[in-house]
């Protein structure tokens, strides 16, 4: 069972630890610093900020130390706006930023190595963001074996079979931004991505156009749902079984809901929450056990049950999160 959070917060980052059936606030890290994500396994974590990377070693905690240390060599990028780890490989780090890059870490985040195609593709395509003055961001990672997805805002999705060495738009991602895309192809402005463990084809898209699905690897896609959305959770027993925050634009009408056949039809998941809410909607899902964390764009931080999904705030005196991020071992 997952005994440790760490959370991203505009001021810093929260340790929380379990405590019973509840989480407790343990200690405050990088404070005053912009936290935008956070990845945790092994006893480290990554956090990314404004300002690059800073990095959580559990055993210097243990000594008393400051347990968070500078871990931006090599980044030519300093705004972060993803980390993710390669599962089943140890110190395989990725790093998504603003303006859209990719880098990646082979040692735990002690160096980076920038993917250059991924920047030629910013410029080739003429990223951009509605909110920034940057060409895009990479806000999104996914993997299954070889297999590596990042999802590009406002550019589609970049996909790679060497594990992430290499970078290519997907076939079914136009390049350049595009809200109106033909059949079968994805809105580009994709916000999150979702891979399911019984394929490395079988994959899933919120955007800022709809909710997507595809199963042959990105080369082509069904859509879903005619929505604006950031955030979808897929069953990984059952990937006819997703939770979706669905909302009518940007934090306009945000609410939770739910589908068990595969997107053919939508049913609300938000007991115990006051929905639609009119500023606001879900950022990401994080799955911790048995239970569903959903960080709201306002800044709060909900969970749920998995069987149920009945809502409850969870340590409301933690402000402004970003990002959650269970310790894996």
């Avoid at 055993?59 to 871990?71: G, H, L, N, Q, V």
């Avoid at 350049?176 to 580009?188: G, K, L, M, N």
Wanted: proline letters at 6%; hydrophobic letters at 35%.
């Amino acid at each position: 069972m997952i005994g440790q959070l760490f959370i991203a917060t505009h001021n810093g980052v929260v340790e929380a630890r379990r405590d019973g059936d509840r989480w407790v606030e343990a200690h405050k890290g990088l404070l005053y610093k912009n936290v935008t994500c956070i990845t945790a396994r092994e006893g480290v974590a990554l956090a990314g900020t404004t300002e690059g990377i800073f990095r959580y070693d559990s055993e210097r905690a243990a000594s008393r130390k400051d347990p968070w240390t500078p871990a931006s060599d090599g980044l030519t990028i300093r705004h972060i706006r993803w980390l993710a780890y390669y599962p089943g490989v140890s110190d395989l780090e990725f790093a998504g930023t603003e303006p859209a890059g990719i880098f990646v870490s082979y040692d735990g985040a002690l160096s980076w190595r920038m993917c250059p195609e991924v920047a030629r593709y910013r410029d080739k395509y003429r990223w951009s963001l509605p909110y920034s003055p940057q060409a895009g961001c990479v806000r999104g990672f996914a993997f299954h074996g070889e297999r590596a997805y990042a999802a590009v805002e406002d550019g589609g999705v970049l996909v790679s079979d060497d594990g992430g060495e290499t970078w290519q738009v997907a076939q079914g991602s136009r390049g350049p931004a595009d809200h109106d895309p033909p059949a079968s192809y994805i809105h580009s402005d994709v916000h999150s991505f979702e891979v399911h463990p019984s394929s490395p084809d079988l994959v899933f898209a919120p955007t800022g156009g709809g909710f997507y699905r595809s199963g042959d690897g990105g080369e082509s896609w069904d859509y879903l749902y005619d929505c604006y959305c950031r955030a979808a959770w897929v069953d990984p027993n059952d990937p006819a079984h997703i939770v979706l925050g669905p909302a009518d634009g940007v934090d306009q009408n945000g609410r939770i809901e739910e589908t068990i056949d595969g997107g053919k039809t939508w049913t609300p998941a938000s007991t115990g929450l006051s929905v639609p809410w009119n500023n606001t909607m879900v950022e990401r899902f994080i799955q911790v056990d048995d239970a569903l964390l959903a960080v709201l764009s306002n800044g709060e931080l909900i969970a749920a049950p998995l069987e149920g999904l009945a809502w409850r705030q969870i340590l409301p005196d933690v402000r402004g999160v970003s990002a959650v991020a269970p310790m894996v071992e």
